[in-house]
């Protein structure tokens, strides 16, 4: 594999393995980019073969939805990489309904084991092998809509990466004492094809409910530093957290939204 210098003109991250799902477009292929730059070896998955994989990343298809879609993906891993010492949880996404009460029981299921347990449970395959290595970073990508969650159209998504958030807190605290970092990234409005897809279907259902546009659209920016993100926003912060410079940080929810969100 060619490692090229990232930005910084360091390789900051040679010799170490890394795993990122949903890492073919938008903020995952921007993270991948990003650990490539800075000298891993990465392997990136989805649903299915995508030609817009980063070069230099290998790629194997895969539905993080279900354990037996973790398994496989753990599998290919261990074949792929021969082990991961840096995972990032990008995987993600749900559709907008027309209030809570909408929202049918197969879609909260469905965000639940797309935005929660699809970390939970590919986490549990891959912690082993950091613990007996004793080194390991975990980075869960959740939302800062989490901070104030859209109850109207989006809940069962915010409520699920909510659960991701409580769940990577607590996981860090386990598994200080071995070595491994556990930490979260949430952000906040960020440009992707991901993401204009979803302003799309947003649009169509709050003209559906007869309720204002959103308040960007309407109003202009309300980001205090005046733009939408952009991935490599949030893949400048994933790759600090895996770096030795966060090597203080553990347990912590990064809120990477241009100012726009509370503290929660």
């Known amino acids: 594999m060619t490692v090229v210098e990232n930005r910084s003109g360091t390789q900051e991250l040679v010799g170490k393995r890394a795993l990122v799902t949903g890492g073919t477009r938008g903020i995952g292929a921007a993270v991948v980019r990003h650990l490539l730059d800075a000298g891993a070896e990465v392997l990136t998955t989805a649903r299915s073969a995508s030609s817009t994989v980063p070069e230099g990343a290998a790629f194997v298809a895969a539905d993080v939805r279900t354990r037996a879609g973790a398994q496989a993906l753990a599998e290919a891993a261990q074949e792929v990489l021969g082990g991961v010492d840096v995972v990032v949880h990008n995987a993600g996404g749900a559709q907008p309904y027309e209030g809570s009460s909408a929202i049918p029981d197969e879609e909260w299921q469905d965000a639940l084991d797309l935005n929660y347990l699809a970390s ?3 986490d549990a395959l891959l912690v082993p092998g950091m613990r007996e290595r004793r080194f390991g970073r975990i980075v869960h990508i959740s939302t800062a809509a989490v901070l104030t969650p859209e109850a109207t159209l989006f809940l069962h998504y915010a409520a699920a990466k909510a659960a991701l958030v409580t769940y990577s807190r607590g996981l860090a605290l386990e598994l200080a004492p071995h070595g491994i970092r556990v930490n979260t990234v949430s952000p906040g ?5 991901g993401g204009e897809e979803t302003r799309r279907r947003w649009a169509e259902v709050t003209a559906r ?3 204002a546009p959103d308040r960007n659209d ?4 309300t980001v205090p530093l005046g733009r939408d993100g952009r991935p490599d926003d949030i893949a400048d912060a994933v790759l600090f957290l895996v770096s030795d410079r966060a090597g203080w940080l553990t347990g912590r929810n990064l809120i ?3 100012g726009e969100f509370p503290m929660g």
């Open 120 to 122: 939970v449970r590919l």
């Open 189 to 193: 409005r960020v440009a992707t094809p």
């Open 209 to 211: 409910m007869g309720v």
């Open 218 to 221: 309407a109003d202009g920016p």
């Open 256 to 258: 990477v939204d241009g």
